[in-house]
């Protein structure tokens, strides 16, 4: 069951790099482990800072099931969750956190910091990290150096991007 969540939470990413988000998928498995919802990372498609895919997923989820708690569902989702979306898993009530590929810079389920497994907490859901994790790396370093290459070469020659001026001369 935790392999095709992974595997339909990398279809659904792969389907959001047509609105150029970063391609993060999540999707929502109700109780009995069928998928109830799903949803890419839909920052730049809404404008919105806060869609992320678990937030929009879990949003998704509570519209399908009547309710904002999400106790017995799994949310699996290709890359681990930032704080934002740390806490708001704990909030929904998920009782199982699946993810692919740690984050290294911004995690918040083990990596830099481990809100799911706070013993603060009044909801602590069962993580499991990794799964899938090459998958859903590449998935991410491929779409970061093609924004990279296509940002290197729309700089005309010879232009500075950007500089620091210290002690009357350039950095």
């Known amino acids: 069951m ?23 998928g999540a999707v929502v498995l109700g109780p009995t482990g069928q998928i109830i919802a799903s949803a890419p990372n839909e920052r730049e498609r809404l404008h919105d800072p806060s869609a992320h895919a678990e937030i929009v997923a879990m949003r998704r989820a509570g519209a399908a ?9 799994t949310l699996a989702v290709t890359l681990e969750p930032c704080v934002m979306c740390a806490g708001a898993i704990v909030l929904a009530r998920v009782a199982r956190l699946v993810f692919g590929a740690w984050d290294p810079k911004a995690g918040a389920a083990g990596s830099v910091w481990d809100v799911m497994r706070d ?26 150096a093609q924004r990279r290459d296509a940002v290197a070469s729309a700089e005309p020659p010879g232009e500075v991007r950007s500089a620091t001026v210290r002690d009357g001369g350039l950095r």
Do not use: K
């Open 2 to 24: 935790i392999d095709l969540a992974m595997s339909a939470a990398l279809a659904v990413a792969r389907d959001g790099l047509e609105h150029g988000d970063v391609p993060v």
């Open 65 to 73: 099931l009547g309710t904002w708690q999400l106790a017995g569902c």
């Open 119 to 144: 013993r603060r907490q009044n909801h602590r859901p069962e993580v499991i990290g990794g799964i899938r994790a090459d998958e859903a790396s590449a998935l991410l370093e491929r779409f970061f």
